[in-house]
């Protein structure tokens, strides 16, 4: 059977500041996890070739960057553009733009940033990229939370309403299997 292996960036320092979107850098415990992932890749993969697949934001550049395989970069991969809201926390959100924040609430796979995009926007810029790693065996791609809802809907046929909700944990391999029934997935946790 056929895998895909997929993560986000290790934690950011925007995450650790509860903020939107950016270009930041990995926290010393997103380091972390960009140090263990090789080991973590072995484990489960044993010593099969890859190409990993990051976006073109420092977070994934960097969590990639002690793997031993080829890379590309995609900007197709980058996260969810906020717009305007880009760099603020969601209390901020709520604050300067509460009609919108309600809005999200309502309709999140609909809802589009000012400015920015919305899931479904995600969905369609993901496109060429789902045809390509159809066609293509044992890749990796490191990239971020909404986008990688919008893969893992794909292949797991998760429908628009719960997609936005999907939990993609930090410091988590993911790892996709083809069997003949369908899609598997399966996690792997690091405790950093
Ligand atoms: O908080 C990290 C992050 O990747 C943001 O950059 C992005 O806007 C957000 O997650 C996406 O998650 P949600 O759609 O649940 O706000």
Redesign the pocket.
């Known amino acids: 059977p056929r895998s895909i292996l997929f993560s ?1 960036h290790g934690e950011s320092m ?2 650790q500041l ?5 270009d930041s850098e990995l926290s010393p415990n997103g380091v972390k996890y960009s140090e263990a992932l090789p080991a973590l890749v072995k484990r489960i993969m044993g010593d099969q070739d890859f190409t990993v697949w990051t976006s073109t934001l420092k977070r994934t550049i960097q969590t990639a960057s002690k793997l031993d395989y080829k890379k590309v970069q995609f900007k197709a991969l980058d ?2 553009n ?1 717009g305007l ?1 880009d760099g603020m926390t ?1 209390k901020q959100v709520k604050q300067k733009f509460p009609e919108e924040y309600s809005m ?1 609430s309502q309709n ?1 796979f609909e809802f589009r940033y000012r400015g920015g995009e919305s ?1 479904r926007d995600v969905v369609l810029r993901l496109e060429p990229i789902i045809m390509e790693l159809e066609r293509q065996q044992n890749i990796m791609i490191v990239s ?3 986008v990688l ?1 919008c893969i893992y809907s794909y292949f797991l046929e998760v429908c628009p309403e719960e997609l ?2 999907i939990k993609i944990p930090l410091h988590t391999l993911m790892k996709l299997t083809w069997t003949a029934y369908g899609c598997e997935a399966q996690m792997y946790s690091l405790d950093i």
């Open positions: 986000r925007y995450n509860g903020l939107l979107g950016g996260e969810i906020a809201c969601y999200r999140k899931y971020h939370q909404a809802r936005p909700y």
